[in-house]
């Protein structure tokens, strides 16, 4: 992926997860995944970081700013920010006798604050917007980007906007977390003083990060969303059919930052520094988007007219046998989806057919008719998805949700070796039955991103369909 010029392209950097470049991972006595490496709960300035011989950096799991590739190398923007940080940080130290090394903890965006204020960590490396609330509870570094504006992005297929009150009534999709979120509610308290129907917001996932929901609206699967301006441009790079309004401005421009504890004087003083000669604009940061936005992958439009046709006339079929195997039946339209495009007619290069990609053999097997037909395929598809469930996760402590996401990853990589790296999730202090930011972290650094990919890719689409459904009940009513 490229940004549009430098300085944007840093801008991401400041947006995407990161962590402990490979120099640090010997540091974390090789395991880089584990949450239980030094997290006892310490508050502090900088002063005692020194004492402790390490700065804990919360950063949000994700496939920019920090995330594992296969064999363990921890990459990503942040990852390699913080090795700079820590290499600035120890060329300042008087004692040259003593190291500060530079942990990276990842953690749910949600928990970013939360975990910092109980002493879990001693700085955020996050997209965090400065915003009145937060600066309650934390101080900001020196800004990473300032005065941007937060936009409105549309899909290729969305309704045009002239003005912000055509959004009037108009389903917006952010992660509640956000600050975003807030400035759509400011935008609907001013719409609604005018008589003007509020913007319905659909709340995603709490996973999902900016670039997820840019990725869903680049495929049409949401419409529309926002996003601050330069990560809006810098997608808009590598999502083509994104439109962004750089006219309507949500927010009228706010700074971007790292977070810390409150108290912290001596911290601020080697942290802004660094921040003034990392920010959007730097060389450094020009440099690393250009070696990290290479690796993108983005999902197809599953919600395009076509696509939703093929979805209403198989949806019988999902959902009858959805409901006959206990299984969501969107859940398995998006594999379906993932698998095939919903298409009978495709067929892989090792004779997998239809819809759900079957192999004749194990059509055989599950005895549910001829697999070229639609109907049969599909039924041979959620039963192999419900075998999947019972043989190995029916007695294991999950949601519903999380057993057919590991089901699906044990379908793409095969079941003992998720078994293997739920084992090891667990041996890391990480939760052996949860996938997202949990066993899918051992999964990118033992077998690539390939399954962490697909069931990614699945989850998207059951959060599209899901939403197409929720539009389709609002019409009704």
């Known amino acids: 992926m490229s940004f549009r010029v430098l300085a944007a392209l840093l801008g991401a950097l400041l947006l995407m997860p990161a962590g402990p470049a490979p120099a640090q991972q010997a540091k974390a006595k090789g395991d880089p995944l584990s949450l239980a490496y030094n997290v006892k709960p310490w508050t502090g300035d900088l002063d005692g970081m020194i004492k402790r011989r390490q700065v804990r950096v919360l950063v949000p799991y994700n496939r920019t700013l920090y995330f594992l590739d296969k064999g363990g190398a921890q990459r990503g923007i942040i990852a390699d920010m913080m090795t700079a940080f820590e290499n600035d940080l120890n060329a300042q130290l008087k004692n040259r006798n003593i190291r500060v090394h530079v942990v990276l903890l990842p953690t749910s965006r949600e928990r970013l604050i939360p975990d910092l204020l109980a002493g879990k960590g001693d700085l955020i490396a996050a997209n965090l917007t400065v915003t009145p609330e937060r600066a309650k509870s934390v101080d900001f570094s020196a800004p990473l980007a300032s005065g941007v504006p937060e936009v409105v992005v549309a899909s290729p297929g969305a309704p045009e906007l002239k003005s912000l009150d055509d959004l009037s009534g108009q389903e917006v999709f952010l992660n509640p977390v956000s600050s975003y979120y807030g400035s759509v509610k400011k935008l609907n308290e001013d719409l609604q003083a005018r008589g003007l129907k509020p913007v319905i917001i659909r709340d995603a996932p709490g996973n999902f990060e900016t670039d997820d929901i840019l990725e869903m609206a680049n495929a049409d699967l949401v419409k529309y969303t926002v996003a601050d301006r330069y990560l809006a441009n810098f997608w808009k790079q590598i999502f083509l059919e994104l439109r962004v309004y750089e006219n309507l401005q949500i927010d009228t421009g706010s700074d971007i930052a790292f977070a810390f504890r409150k108290d912290s004087p001596k911290f601020a003083a080697v942290l802004n520094p660094f921040m003034e000669k990392h920010r959007v604009g730097t060389s450094f940061g020009n440099q690393q988007l250009t070696k990290y936005l290479k690796s993108v992958k983005w999902v197809k439009a ?60 194990t059509g055989k097997d599950l005895k549910v008719g001829d697999i070229r037909v639609e109907e049969a395929n599909i039924h041979a598809g959620v039963k192999y998805i419900r075998f999947m469930i019972d043989q190995y996760y029916a007695r294991e402590s999950m949601t519903d949700l999380n057993k057919g996401l590991f089901a699906f990853a044990a379908y793409n990589a095969g079941p003992a070796r998720i078994g293997q790296l739920r084992k090891e999730a667990a041996s890391k202090g990480l939760d052996p039955n949860v996938w997202f930011d949990n066993v899918e972290r051992v999964a990118a650094q033992r077998i690539g991103r390939e399954t962490v990919q697909y069931v990614s890719n699945i989850y998207k689409y059951y959060i599209a369909y899901s939403l197409i459904r929720a539009q389709g009940a609002q019409a009704a009513n």
Not at 313 to 335: C, N, P, T
């Open 302 to 361: 599953a919600a395009d007219p076509g696509e939703i046709d093929k979805f209403h006339r198989l949806s019988e079929f999902f959902h009858r046998y959805g409901d006959q195997y206990g299984i969501d039946w969107l859940l398995m339209v998006a594999q379906g989806y993932q698998e095939s495009r919903l298409d009978q007619q495709a067929k892989s290069s090792v004779g997998a057919i239809g819809v759900m990609q079957i192999m004749p053999a």
